[in-house]
Antibody
């Protein structure tokens, strides 16, 4: 059974930084793209970023481009999201998701980690 | 990238069928057969119910089916059950090599 466990969420002040991690198991991590998706309180799902199998290509939503950086370590079966210059509107539950190469389709999701940006 | 448009809520009685629409543009839904549907019970991980417009992953009930016409995709739930009460989101690959989600639909079983 695919396992994805996010960590690193918490309370941070506006302008601050946070690094999220996602530990993957029970599948061949290096064979899949990976994505981050978030859900702000009371709103719907918003795609944030994805990374290809080797990490050579990444893409971001306009709302986070230039502030967030996605990366992966295939040797450690881990996905990361470095979040800088955080804003109140970045407050959300952040999910990591295994992502199919065809169509960039997230097929398995973790339980999420909450990031709160507030002074 | 604007979110795909879904109705805010849909309801039905047990045993009935309901359909949720998902409207985008020719740069996303209409341009690719990479439309997916997710079921999300609050506090839990979203679950993939349909991908590639109409393909059910292993283990998903055949009461769930998907289709697409032009820039609008649809999810139909037949034989509605209490456990189907959840939020449902569509998503699509886009011409910018990104992913876009729908606004979400709350399904209520009366």
């Amino acid at each position: 059974q695919v396992q994805l466990v996010e960590s690193g969420g918490g309370l941070v002040k506006p302008g601050g930084s946070l690094r999220l991690s996602c530990a993957a198991s029970e599948f061949t991590f290096s064979d899949y793209y990976m994505s981050w998706i978030r859900q702000a309180p009371g709103t719907g799902l918003e795609w944030v970023s994805y990374i290809t199998t080797s990490g050579s290509y990444t893409n971001y939503a306009d709302s986070v481009r230039g502030r967030f950086t996605i990366s992966r370590d295939n040797a450690k079966n881990s996905l990361y999201l470095q979040m800088n210059s955080l804003r109140a509107e970045d407050t959300a539950v952040y999910y990591c998701a295994r992502t199919l190469v065809r169509g960039v389709i997230p097929d398995y999701w973790g339980q999420g980690t909450l990031v709160t940006v507030s002074s | 990238q604007s979110a795909l448009t879904q109705p805010a809520s849909v309801s039905g009685s047990p045993g009935q069928s309901i359909t949720i629409s998902c409207t985008g543009t020719s740069s996303d839904v209409g341009g690719y057969n990479y439309v997916s549907w997710y079921q999300h019970h609050p506090g839990k991980a979203p679950k993939l119910m349909i991908y590639d417009v109409n393909i059910r992953p292993s283990g998903v009930s055949n009461r769930f089916s998907g289709s697409k016409s032009g820039n609008t995709a649809s999810l139909t739930i037949s034989g509605l059950q209490a456990e189907d009460e959840a939020d449902y989101y569509c998503s699509s690959y886009t011409s910018r090599n990104t992913l876009v989600f729908g606004t979400g639909t709350k399904v209520t079983v009366l």
